[in-house]
Protein backbone atom coordinates (compact mmCIF):
# COMPACT_ATOMS: atom_id res chain seq x y z
CA UNK A 1 0.00 0.00 0.00
CA UNK A 2 1.45 7.15 0.57
CA UNK A 3 -0.39 10.40 2.41
CA UNK A 4 -3.61 10.88 0.84
CA UNK A 5 -6.97 12.78 1.80
CA UNK A 6 -9.50 10.30 3.06
CA UNK A 7 -12.07 12.46 1.29
CA UNK A 8 -10.93 11.24 -1.79
CA UNK A 9 -13.78 10.08 -4.57
CA UNK A 10 -14.01 6.46 -4.41
CA UNK A 11 -14.16 4.24 -7.25
CA UNK A 12 -17.42 3.65 -9.01
CA UNK A 13 -16.37 -0.11 -9.10
CA UNK A 14 -15.80 -0.71 -5.05
CA UNK A 15 -17.16 -4.01 -4.41
CA UNK A 16 -13.81 -6.14 -2.72
CA UNK A 17 -14.05 -4.33 0.76
CA UNK A 18 -14.64 -1.48 3.29
CA UNK A 19 -10.86 -0.52 3.59
CA UNK A 20 -10.26 2.07 0.84
CA UNK A 21 -7.09 4.01 -0.22
CA UNK A 22 -5.76 6.16 -3.12
CA UNK A 23 -4.28 4.55 -5.80
CA UNK A 24 -1.09 5.43 -7.33
CA UNK A 25 0.94 6.36 -10.14
CA UNK A 26 1.63 4.34 -13.47
CA UNK A 27 5.01 3.15 -14.44
CA UNK A 28 6.16 4.75 -17.58
CA UNK A 29 6.00 2.62 -20.55
CA UNK A 30 10.36 3.61 -21.21
CA UNK A 31 11.56 2.82 -17.68
CA UNK A 32 15.01 0.19 -18.26
CA UNK A 33 16.51 0.72 -14.83
CA UNK A 34 16.13 0.56 -11.15
CA UNK A 35 18.19 3.56 -11.31
CA UNK A 36 15.18 5.76 -12.46
CA UNK A 37 13.92 8.40 -9.65
CA UNK A 38 10.65 7.27 -8.84
CA UNK A 39 9.39 10.54 -9.96
CA UNK A 40 10.52 9.89 -13.46
CA UNK A 41 9.26 6.74 -13.45
CA UNK A 42 5.76 7.34 -12.58
CA UNK A 43 2.65 9.17 -14.03
CA UNK A 44 -0.14 10.37 -11.53
CA UNK A 45 -3.13 8.26 -11.62
CA UNK A 46 -6.34 10.01 -10.41
CA UNK A 47 -8.99 7.62 -8.40
CA UNK A 48 -8.98 5.34 -5.93
CA UNK A 49 -9.40 1.73 -5.94
CA UNK A 50 -10.15 -0.61 -3.00
CA UNK A 51 -7.61 -2.91 -1.28
CA UNK A 52 -9.41 -5.09 1.44
CA UNK A 53 -8.12 -4.53 4.72
CA UNK A 54 -6.38 -7.51 6.38
CA UNK A 55 -4.43 -8.14 9.68
CA UNK A 56 -2.73 -5.81 12.67
CA UNK A 57 -0.21 -7.05 15.15
CA UNK A 58 1.22 -8.72 18.61
CA UNK A 59 3.72 -6.92 21.15
CA UNK A 60 6.90 -6.05 20.21
CA UNK A 61 9.58 -7.48 19.66
CA UNK A 62 13.50 -7.94 20.56
CA UNK A 63 15.55 -4.95 19.37
CA UNK A 64 19.09 -5.85 17.55
CA UNK A 65 21.83 -3.83 16.25
CA UNK A 66 20.92 -1.68 13.62
CA UNK A 67 23.85 -2.39 10.09
CA UNK A 68 23.52 0.62 7.62
CA UNK A 69 25.76 -1.75 5.60
CA UNK A 70 23.51 -4.65 5.35
CA UNK A 71 23.46 -6.75 2.29
CA UNK A 72 21.13 -9.17 0.26
CA UNK A 73 17.59 -10.03 2.20
CA UNK A 74 18.47 -14.19 2.19
CA UNK A 75 17.30 -16.77 4.83
CA UNK A 76 17.14 -20.10 3.30
CA UNK A 77 14.12 -21.89 3.30
CA UNK A 78 14.82 -24.97 1.95
CA UNK A 79 17.09 -26.08 -0.86
CA UNK A 80 16.47 -23.86 -3.72
CA UNK A 81 14.52 -21.04 -1.76
CA UNK A 82 15.52 -18.17 -0.06
CA UNK A 83 13.66 -15.47 1.79
CA UNK A 84 13.79 -12.38 0.49
CA UNK A 85 12.39 -8.39 0.90
CA UNK A 86 11.03 -6.80 -2.73
CA UNK A 87 10.62 -3.17 -3.29
CA UNK A 88 7.84 -1.39 -4.99
CA UNK A 89 7.76 1.58 -2.66
CA UNK A 90 6.50 4.91 -3.87
CA UNK A 91 8.60 7.33 -1.68
CA UNK A 92 9.52 10.67 -3.55
CA UNK A 93 13.21 10.85 -3.31
CA UNK A 94 13.47 7.09 -2.52
CA UNK A 95 17.15 5.67 -3.02
CA UNK A 96 18.32 2.69 -4.49
CA UNK A 97 17.57 0.10 -1.45
CA UNK A 98 19.22 -2.78 -3.74
CA UNK A 99 22.17 -2.20 -1.60
CA UNK A 100 20.31 -2.42 1.32
CA UNK A 101 19.22 -6.03 0.20
CA UNK A 102 15.85 -5.28 -1.24
CA UNK A 103 15.36 -6.84 -4.51
CA UNK A 104 13.43 -5.41 -7.86
CA UNK A 105 9.45 -6.21 -7.97
CA UNK A 106 7.26 -4.72 -10.84
CA UNK A 107 3.67 -3.88 -9.65
CA UNK A 108 1.21 -3.76 -12.69
CA UNK A 109 -1.39 -1.36 -12.19
CA UNK A 110 -5.17 -1.55 -13.24
CA UNK A 111 -4.69 2.13 -15.06
CA UNK A 112 -2.37 -0.25 -17.01
CA UNK A 113 -4.29 -2.99 -18.21
CA UNK A 114 -6.84 -0.41 -19.13
CA UNK A 115 -6.18 2.48 -20.53
CA UNK A 116 -7.28 5.38 -20.80
CA UNK A 117 -10.30 4.05 -18.90
CA UNK A 118 -11.20 0.91 -16.56
CA UNK A 119 -14.21 -1.19 -17.70
CA UNK A 120 -15.30 -4.47 -16.73
CA UNK A 121 -14.71 -6.04 -19.57
CA UNK A 122 -10.71 -7.38 -19.72
CA UNK A 123 -8.36 -5.94 -22.28
CA UNK A 124 -6.77 -8.37 -24.28
CA UNK A 125 -4.99 -6.11 -26.46
CA UNK A 126 -3.83 -3.72 -23.71
CA UNK A 127 -2.67 -6.66 -21.61
CA UNK A 128 -0.72 -8.20 -23.89
CA UNK A 129 0.57 -4.85 -24.75
CA UNK A 130 1.79 -4.31 -21.32
CA UNK A 131 3.33 -7.96 -20.63
CA UNK A 132 5.96 -7.00 -23.77
CA UNK A 133 6.06 -3.44 -22.46
CA UNK A 134 7.20 -4.83 -19.09
CA UNK A 135 9.67 -7.31 -20.59
CA UNK A 136 11.11 -4.17 -22.34
CA UNK A 137 12.00 -2.67 -18.82
CA UNK A 138 14.06 -5.76 -18.61
CA UNK A 139 11.94 -7.59 -16.04
CA UNK A 140 12.96 -10.66 -15.69
CA UNK A 141 12.00 -13.99 -13.99
CA UNK A 142 14.08 -13.18 -11.16
CA UNK A 143 11.88 -10.18 -10.60
CA UNK A 144 8.30 -11.34 -9.19
CA UNK A 145 5.29 -9.03 -11.48
CA UNK A 146 2.44 -8.51 -9.70
CA UNK A 147 -1.11 -7.94 -11.43
CA UNK A 148 -3.12 -5.65 -9.51
CA UNK A 149 -6.85 -6.12 -10.73
CA UNK A 150 -9.31 -5.03 -7.52
CA UNK A 151 -12.49 -4.77 -9.27
CA UNK A 152 -13.63 -8.77 -9.38
CA UNK A 153 -14.76 -10.32 -6.28
CA UNK A 154 -13.46 -13.86 -5.61
CA UNK A 155 -15.23 -14.48 -2.27
CA UNK A 156 -18.01 -16.96 -2.34
CA UNK A 157 -19.37 -16.51 0.94
CA UNK A 158 -22.78 -14.99 1.31
CA UNK A 159 -22.02 -13.32 4.74
CA UNK A 160 -19.80 -14.14 7.47
CA UNK A 161 -21.16 -17.47 8.35
CA UNK A 162 -22.73 -18.78 4.86
CA UNK A 163 -21.23 -19.65 1.41
CA UNK A 164 -23.34 -17.97 -1.39
CA UNK A 165 -24.76 -21.46 -3.22
CA UNK A 166 -24.66 -19.51 -6.24
CA UNK A 167 -20.96 -19.14 -7.20
CA UNK A 168 -21.93 -18.14 -11.00
CA UNK A 169 -20.84 -14.46 -10.52
CA UNK A 170 -17.82 -15.08 -8.59
CA UNK A 171 -16.68 -17.82 -11.24
CA UNK A 172 -17.52 -15.17 -13.97
CA UNK A 173 -14.77 -13.16 -12.37
CA UNK A 174 -12.35 -15.82 -12.01
CA UNK A 175 -12.67 -16.29 -15.38
CA UNK A 176 -11.58 -12.84 -16.35
CA UNK A 177 -8.76 -13.40 -14.41
CA UNK A 178 -7.83 -15.90 -15.93
CA UNK A 179 -8.14 -14.54 -18.81
CA UNK A 180 -5.83 -11.67 -18.13
CA UNK A 181 -3.15 -13.57 -16.50
CA UNK A 182 -3.28 -15.79 -19.18
CA UNK A 183 -2.65 -13.18 -21.87
CA UNK A 184 0.05 -11.63 -19.71
CA UNK A 185 1.96 -14.93 -19.44
CA UNK A 186 1.76 -15.78 -23.56
CA UNK A 187 2.98 -12.82 -24.15
CA UNK A 188 5.97 -12.81 -21.27
CA UNK A 189 6.59 -16.64 -20.75
CA UNK A 190 9.33 -16.73 -18.60
CA UNK A 191 8.17 -14.10 -16.18
CA UNK A 192 7.07 -15.48 -12.88
CA UNK A 193 3.32 -13.62 -12.53
CA UNK A 194 0.93 -13.44 -9.66
CA UNK A 195 -2.11 -11.43 -8.61
CA UNK A 196 -1.81 -9.05 -5.76
CA UNK A 197 -4.83 -10.15 -3.14
CA UNK A 198 -7.25 -12.09 -5.05
CA UNK A 199 -5.60 -15.52 -5.90
CA UNK A 200 -4.86 -15.26 -2.53
CA UNK A 201 -6.73 -15.99 1.24
CA UNK A 202 -9.93 -14.33 0.62
CA UNK A 203 -9.47 -10.88 3.02
CA UNK A 204 -12.83 -9.36 5.32
CA UNK A 205 -16.12 -9.66 3.57
CA UNK A 206 -16.93 -7.28 0.59
CA UNK A 207 -18.12 -4.27 0.92
CA UNK A 208 -18.33 -4.65 4.81
CA UNK A 209 -14.78 -5.65 5.69
CA UNK A 210 -16.17 -8.03 8.63
CA UNK A 211 -13.66 -10.84 9.67
CA UNK A 212 -13.80 -14.14 11.05
CA UNK A 213 -14.72 -14.19 14.92
CA UNK A 214 -15.05 -17.95 15.72
CA UNK A 215 -14.05 -21.35 14.57
CA UNK A 216 -17.06 -21.62 12.47
CA UNK A 217 -16.63 -18.59 10.98
CA UNK A 218 -13.18 -19.66 9.87
CA UNK A 219 -14.57 -22.70 8.75
CA UNK A 220 -16.69 -21.16 6.47
CA UNK A 221 -13.32 -18.57 5.16
CA UNK A 222 -11.46 -21.67 4.65
CA UNK A 223 -14.17 -23.04 2.23
CA UNK A 224 -14.36 -20.05 0.62
CA UNK A 225 -10.75 -20.27 0.51
CA UNK A 226 -10.95 -24.13 -1.43
CA UNK A 227 -12.93 -23.00 -4.27
CA UNK A 228 -10.08 -20.61 -5.59
CA UNK A 229 -7.81 -23.65 -5.75
CA UNK A 230 -8.19 -24.42 -9.60
CA UNK A 231 -7.37 -20.84 -10.03
CA UNK A 232 -4.65 -20.77 -7.80
CA UNK A 233 -2.61 -22.92 -10.15
CA UNK A 234 -2.93 -20.40 -13.21
CA UNK A 235 -0.19 -18.10 -10.49
CA UNK A 236 3.30 -18.49 -9.92
CA UNK A 237 3.15 -17.09 -6.64
CA UNK A 238 0.60 -15.85 -4.12
CA UNK A 239 0.71 -12.16 -2.96
CA UNK A 240 -1.32 -11.82 0.32
CA UNK A 241 -2.09 -8.51 1.47
CA UNK A 242 -0.84 -8.21 5.45
CA UNK A 243 -1.71 -4.09 5.97
CA UNK A 244 -2.20 -3.10 9.17
CA UNK A 245 -5.37 -1.88 10.15
CA UNK A 246 -5.63 -2.41 14.10
CA UNK A 247 -2.79 -1.63 16.94
CA UNK A 248 -3.91 -5.56 18.44
CA UNK A 249 -0.28 -6.45 17.85
CA UNK A 250 -1.22 -10.10 19.30
CA UNK A 251 -4.05 -10.15 16.38
CA UNK A 252 -2.06 -9.15 13.30
CA UNK A 253 0.44 -11.57 14.13
CA UNK A 254 -1.59 -14.57 14.70
CA UNK A 255 -4.12 -13.56 11.59
CA UNK A 256 -0.65 -13.04 9.27
CA UNK A 257 0.33 -16.32 10.63
CA UNK A 258 -3.48 -18.13 9.53
CA UNK A 259 -3.33 -15.96 6.15
CA UNK A 260 0.21 -17.11 5.26
CA UNK A 261 -0.64 -20.57 6.36
CA UNK A 262 -3.49 -20.99 4.31
CA UNK A 263 -2.14 -19.28 1.01
CA UNK A 264 0.80 -22.17 1.30
CA UNK A 265 -2.74 -24.36 1.10
CA UNK A 266 -4.45 -23.48 -1.27
CA UNK A 267 -1.17 -22.90 -3.36
CA UNK A 268 1.20 -26.12 -2.37
CA UNK A 269 4.91 -25.33 -3.68
CA UNK A 270 4.13 -21.77 -4.54
CA UNK A 271 5.80 -18.73 -3.36
CA UNK A 272 4.07 -16.58 -0.43
CA UNK A 273 5.12 -12.97 -0.66
CA UNK A 274 2.28 -10.70 1.60
CA UNK A 275 2.30 -7.32 0.75
CA UNK A 276 3.01 -4.65 4.22
CA UNK A 277 3.10 -1.14 4.12
CA UNK A 278 4.52 0.77 6.67
CA UNK A 279 1.84 3.30 7.39
CA UNK A 280 -1.63 1.90 8.92
CA UNK A 281 -3.93 1.17 6.39
CA UNK A 282 -6.81 4.43 6.07
CA UNK A 283 -9.33 2.41 6.53
CA UNK A 284 -9.17 3.09 10.34
CA UNK A 285 -10.30 6.83 9.45
CA UNK A 286 -8.69 8.07 12.95
CA UNK A 287 -6.04 9.93 14.00
CA UNK A 288 -3.56 6.87 13.18
CA UNK A 289 -4.34 6.31 9.31
CA UNK A 290 -1.55 6.72 7.49
CA UNK A 291 1.08 7.80 9.98
CA UNK A 292 4.14 5.71 10.17
CA UNK A 293 4.17 1.87 12.03
CA UNK A 294 6.91 2.17 15.01
CA UNK A 295 9.84 0.07 14.78
CA UNK A 296 9.14 -2.43 17.49
CA UNK A 297 5.49 -3.33 15.66
CA UNK A 298 7.44 -3.24 12.27
CA UNK A 299 9.50 -5.53 13.72
CA UNK A 300 7.07 -8.28 14.45
CA UNK A 301 5.77 -7.65 11.54
CA UNK A 302 8.73 -8.41 9.28
CA UNK A 303 9.65 -11.36 12.12
CA UNK A 304 6.45 -13.09 12.16
CA UNK A 305 6.37 -13.27 8.23
CA UNK A 306 9.82 -14.97 7.79
CA UNK A 307 8.74 -17.02 10.55
CA UNK A 308 5.84 -18.09 8.95
CA UNK A 309 7.10 -20.00 6.40
CA UNK A 310 6.64 -17.12 4.25
CA UNK A 311 8.96 -16.66 0.85
CA UNK A 312 9.32 -13.31 0.92
CA UNK A 313 7.79 -9.44 1.70
CA UNK A 314 6.59 -7.04 -0.59
CA UNK A 315 6.99 -3.86 0.92
CA UNK A 316 4.85 -1.12 -0.41
CA UNK A 317 3.60 2.63 0.25
CA UNK A 318 4.86 6.04 0.03
CA UNK A 319 2.64 7.75 -2.58
CA UNK A 320 3.20 11.05 -2.80
CA UNK A 321 5.68 10.97 0.49
CA UNK A 322 9.21 11.88 0.87
CA UNK A 323 11.17 9.70 2.13
CA UNK A 324 12.90 9.51 5.43
CA UNK A 325 14.81 6.93 6.14
CA UNK A 326 14.81 8.36 10.65
CA UNK A 327 11.01 6.51 10.55
CA UNK A 328 10.99 3.52 12.73
CA UNK A 329 9.74 1.02 10.49
CA UNK A 330 13.45 1.62 8.00
CA UNK A 331 15.82 1.36 11.10
CA UNK A 332 13.71 -2.20 12.16
CA UNK A 333 14.03 -3.07 8.23
CA UNK A 334 17.79 -2.43 8.60
CA UNK A 335 18.26 -4.08 11.82
CA UNK A 336 15.62 -7.04 10.66
CA UNK A 337 17.87 -7.31 7.54
CA UNK A 338 21.26 -7.40 9.36
CA UNK A 339 19.94 -10.52 11.28
CA UNK A 340 19.19 -12.95 8.00
Known sequence: MPVHNLDFPVSPIDNKGLDIHSFIMSLCQNRTSDQIETSDRFAVVEGMISRRSLLAGMAGASVVTRSPKATAARLPLGRDETFSLYDSLLFIGRPDLSPYGLKRSRTVYENELWPPKRSAIPNETAVRSKARAVLAEGVTAAVPVILDVEQYSVDVRLDISHINPDTSTVDAN?????????WFKHEAPTLQVGFYDV???????????????????????????THLIPFVTHVDALYPSLYTSTTDRAKWAADARRYISEAKRIGPGKPVRPFIWP????????PLALTYIDYDYWMLQLTTIRDAGASGIIFWGGYKTQWDDTQGWWRATLDFIATL
Do not use: C, F, S
Open 174 to 182: ILKLKQIIG
Open 199 to 225: AAPVGGLPVTGQQPANDTEWAIWEKAN
Open 279 to 286: QYHDVMRG
